[in-house]
């Protein structure tokens, strides 16, 4: 599957659950060729979501939140992923 199709899926995950004010995904796989996850064909992502939702969560509860949005995901398309979610402001 190619980097576009899972960026795709991560978009879609995400825009569902939270209706972002801001989303960005960068895909950096290409960074990671050689590295053990890149080999089991999962790929590096950073994320940068801002969203209503994030209101009056730590960065922690942020970070479960976007794992539980992006689900099966999480076990298969995507190896390393890098989170920045906050709250508009």
């Keep these: 599957m190619s980097?576009?199709?899972r960026e795709r899926r991560l978009r879609a995950r995400?825009?569902?659950?939270?209706?972002?004010?801001e989303l960005t995904i960068v895909d950096e796989s290409h960074l990671h060729v050689g590295h053990a996850g890149a080999a089991g064909d999962g790929g590096h992502f950073r994320i940068h979501i801002v969203a209503d939702a994030f209101a009056g969560?730590?960065?922690?509860?942020?970070?479960?939140?976007?794992?539980?949005?992006?689900?099966?995901?999480?076990?298969?398309?995507?190896h390393a992923l890098s989170i920045d979610a906050r709250p508009p402001g």
Excluded: I, K, N
Excluded at 14 to 21: E, G, H, K, Q, V
């Design 3 to 5: 980097g576009t199709d």
């Design 57 to 78: 969560l730590t960065p922690v509860a942020r970070h479960r939140r976007v794992y539980e949005a992006l689900g099966d995901l999480m076990s298969g398309e995507v």
């Design 14 to 21: 995400l825009t569902a659950a939270f209706a972002p004010r």
